[in-house]
């Protein structure tokens, strides 16, 4: 006899046992989930748990300026930007204005302003104009997929060396080792695995995830 198979409701149910545990309540994580559901943004947030691993991650580097392409309602840009010091700024990039919309409302709600920037457009158009606000030391990259490669290219032009760069659901449940799989995200995933292959500039791990948003994983890199 071996033992049934984990199954993503045993992930889910785990992720649930330690946010009970580690995770105060939050009454402003709260309403943003609340608003954004209510706007009809759709439910791809990073979960509870890996927003308290981006916040100490901030911490941990020390970050003073944060870089996020892919906004959302903003979940993870004020779970991150709640993580810096006083004086620390955090640009996030997002390509519908509604959305923005969406998050520029929870950000004021949050009351974090002053310190987070939203700029709407393609991701391909905004990065460029950022040169002048480089170097930022930490960068999360949570858009569409199929330019993960490209954003992580981007990613490196605007950092300084120790910049760390997380980059969110390069595993898509396994799609990224699956030869049937040839979407355009995977395409992309798979690109950005080819191009950290002996990268002059990065040192880079992926960490595999199963929890709330079923089995995904990080892909993270450290710039030399
Ligand atoms: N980081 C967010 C989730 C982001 S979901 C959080 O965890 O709270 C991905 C977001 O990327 C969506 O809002 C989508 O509109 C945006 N996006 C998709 N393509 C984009 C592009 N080319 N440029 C900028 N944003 C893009
Ligand atoms: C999708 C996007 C995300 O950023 C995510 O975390 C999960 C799913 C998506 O586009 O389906
Ligand atoms: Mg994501």
Redesign the pocket.
């Known amino acids: 006899m071996t033992a049934p198979a984990p199954s993503p409701q045993q992930w889910a149910e785990t992720d649930h046992y330690f946010e009970a545990r580690l995770l105060a309540d939050d009454p402003v994580l709260a309403a943003v989930m609340a608003a954004n559901q209510a706007a009809g943004l759709?439910a791809?947030?990073?979960s509870p748990l890996q927003?308290r691993f981006l916040a100490l991650m901030v911490q941990i580097r020390a970050a003073r300026r944060i870089l996020?392409?892919?906004?959302?309602?903003?979940?993870?840009?004020i779970s991150m930007a709640r993580a810096l010091p006083d004086d620390g700024v955090l640009v996030t990039?997002?390509?519908?204005p509604a959305?923005a919309a969406v998050a520029i409302d929870n950000i004021a709600a949050a009351g974090l302003s002053e310190r987070i920037t939203v700029r709407v457009?393609?991701?391909?158009d905004t990065l460029p104009e950022l040169e002048a606000e480089a170097p930022f030391d930490f960068i999360?990259i949570?858009?569409?997929k199929r330019?993960n490669a490209v954003y992580t290219q981007w990613a490196v032009k605007l950092a300084r060396p120790g910049s760390v760069i997380i980059v969110?659901n390069v595993v898509r449940g396994g799609a990224i080792i699956d030869p049937d799989k040839c979407d355009p995200h995977t395409a992309g995933n798979r690109a950005l695995a080819d191009m950290l292959h002996n990268h002059p500039q990065l040192d880079a791990t992926a960490l595999q995830t199963v929890g709330v948003k079923g089995w995904d994983g990080f892909v993270m890199a450290v710039v030399r």
């Not at 996020?68 to 840009?77: F, H, P, R, V």
């Not at 990039?93 to 519908?96: A, C």
């Open positions: 759709q791809i947030d990073v927003a996020e392409i892919g906004t959302l309602g903003g979940y993870s840009a990039l997002e390509l519908d959305t457009g393609a991701a391909l999360f949570d858009a569409d330019n969110d």
